[in-house]
């Protein structure tokens, strides 16, 4: 059994940046593709970045590219996502998820489709 731990999320002034971490327990994820969603109140959860197993491939939804950046440490077996010029509309609770042979990559996007391990989330507020 897996267990994710979000931390790094808080409040911050638009333009601002925070740097999450998703922290794995129990076994290496180390052969896991992983990735961040966020949920705002009201909408659903919404695909953010995902890294493949190597760190070889990234992906992220269009309106954080640039701004946001997937790492993981598979030494650590951690995932970050650094986020940078952050807006109002990021504000959301933040979930890492963890997930083996999801393929294609365009799967990625689909929340259902992570049915491995999730974390509990950590909450970002951006301020205008």
């Known amino acids: 059994q897996v267990r994710l731990v979000e931390s790094g999320g808080g409040l911050v002034q638009a333009g601002g940046s925070l740097r999450l971490s998703c922290a794995a327990s129990g076994r290496s994820v180390s052969d896991y593709a992983m990735g961040w969603f966020r949920q705002a109140p009201g909408r659903e959860r919404e695909f953010v970045s995902a890294i493949n197993w190597n760190s070889l491939s990234t992906y992220y939804i269009n309106s954080v590219k640039g701004r946001f950046t997937i790492s993981r440490d598979n030494a650590k077996n951690t995932v970050y996502l650094q986020m940078n010029s952050l807006k109002p509309e990021d504000t959301a609770v933040y979930y890492c998820?963890?997930?083996?042979?999801?393929?294609?990559?365009?799967?990625?996007?689909?929340?259902?489709?992570?049915?491995?391990?999730w974390g509990q989330g950590t909450q970002v507020t951006v301020s205008s």
């Open positions: 998820a963890a997930v083996q042979g999801l393929y294609p990559p365009s799967n990625y996007s689909q929340a259902s489709r992570w049915t491995d391990y």
